[in-house]
């Protein structure tokens, strides 16, 4: 079946890194994505991997991705108060539009 | 250029009612989805429309919910018979639904609160 996990809450002091964790179940994912909402805001698409990619990196986001254990992770270096939001693990199945979607990491970021 | 509009922005409705939700896609995107998102809960897919193509109705939850899209365009979910587990956050999506990475962009939502 399908399904994504991920942790709900996740607190980091301003200017350490955040690591968002996401498993899934589907192997014949071809991409995975993650998506940013913050408040009263719609869904924006953060950054995305394909699936022959172990690692994405764009600016300040690092996107880890370990197949065999169906594992993403999404780092955030130097995280700022602008980074608060709720994050979003997605993955498309093979043949498939649609996104599965987990229950969103709430990032709070402290002084 | 406009992104994806939803309406009304809030309902609020008694149980046993209809509603009706509307989307507008990005003009140009031959693909709509509809998510639910519900308290503290990720986003449930609900309905995929492609083009001409038959839709997608897999995900949803019950006959009380249809959903369809006229002249490829705009969309209109509807929920007869409202319960109060139907409230939520109704989103809408559209993309260009090509190969390759296929970005969904979202609308804002509409806020069902069913008493």
């Known amino acids: 079946g399908e399904d994504v996990e991920q942790s709900l809450f996740l607190s980091v002091r301003e200017g350490d890194s955040s690591v968002i964790n996401c498993t899934y179940t589907d192997s014949s994912s071809t991409y995975l994505y993650w998506y940013k909402q913050e408040p009263g805001a719609g869904l924006q698409l953060l950054t995305y991997?394909?699936?022959?990619?172990d690692m994405k990196q764009d600016q300040r986001l690092t996107v880890l991705l370990n197949k065999k254990d169906k594992h993403l992770s999404l780092r955030i270096a130097d995280t700022q108060t602008g980074d608060s939001a709720i994050y979003f693990c997605?993955?498309?199945?093979?043949?498939?539009?649609?996104?599965?979607f987990g229950a969103g990491t709430r990032l709070a970021v402290h002084p | 250029g406009a992104g994806v509009s939803q309406s009304p922005s809030n309902k609020v409705t008694e149980k046993g009612k209809d509603v009706e939700l509307r989307c507008d896609p990005i003009?140009?995107?031959?693909?709509l989805y509809w998510y639910r998102q519900s308290l503290g809960q990720g986003l449930e897919f609900l309905i995929y429309f492609q083009g001409n193509s038959a839709p997608d109705k897999s995900g949803l939850p019950s006959d009380r919910f249809s959903a369809e899209r006229t002249g490829g365009s705009v969309s209109t979910l509807t929920i007869q018979r409202t319960q109060q587990e139907d409230s939520a956050v109704y989103l809408c999506?559209?993309?260009?639904?090509?190969?390759?990475?296929?970005?969904?962009?979202f609308g804002p939502g509409t806020r069902l609160t069913v008493l």
């Open positions: 999506a559209s993309s260009s639904a090509g190969t390759g990475v296929d970005e969904q962009f």
């Open positions: 991997i394909f699936s022959n990619m």
């Open positions: 003009s140009g995107h031959t693909a």
């Open positions: 997605a993955e498309r199945a093979g043949g498939y539009n649609k996104l599965i």
